[in-house]
């Protein structure tokens, strides 16, 4: 199964308790996350869409993908309202 960005955020259905984002893409569950990037230290912290530069998927595959051109999938506005309802002002 080939994934992109676009695919994950069409297949939007909520977030895990953990606040991995889940997605439905042709049947099969997968949690993902936006993340900043390795730093010089190894460590790759989950952010927000716009202080991402890419996505690690978390359970069912591991890897990561590019960010798509998708900045203004409605999908995207969306998750961040999720995310602060989920984490309140500690959304980064």
């Known amino acids: 199964m080939r994934l992109s960005e676009k695919a994950l955020l069409d297949g939007y259905q909520g977030l895990a308790r ?8 042709r049947g099969t569950r997968i949690a993902w996350t936006y993340r900043t990037g390795r730093d010089s230290d190894g460590y790759n912290p989950v952010c927000a869409r716009e202080k991402a530069n890419e996505i690690t998927l978390e359970q069912d595959r591991v890897g990561t993908l590019p ?6 999938h409605p ?5 961040s309202q999720d995310e602060q309802q989920l984490w ?5």
């Not at 953990?18 to 893409?25: C, F, H, K």
Request: glycine share 16%; charged share 10%; hydrophobic share 45%.
């Open 18 to 25: 953990g606040g991995d984002i889940v997605s439905i893409v």
């Open 67 to 72: 960010l798509g051109n998708q900045s203004t």
């Open 75 to 79: 999908t995207v506005a969306r998750i």
């Open 88 to 92: 309140g002002a500690e959304v980064i």
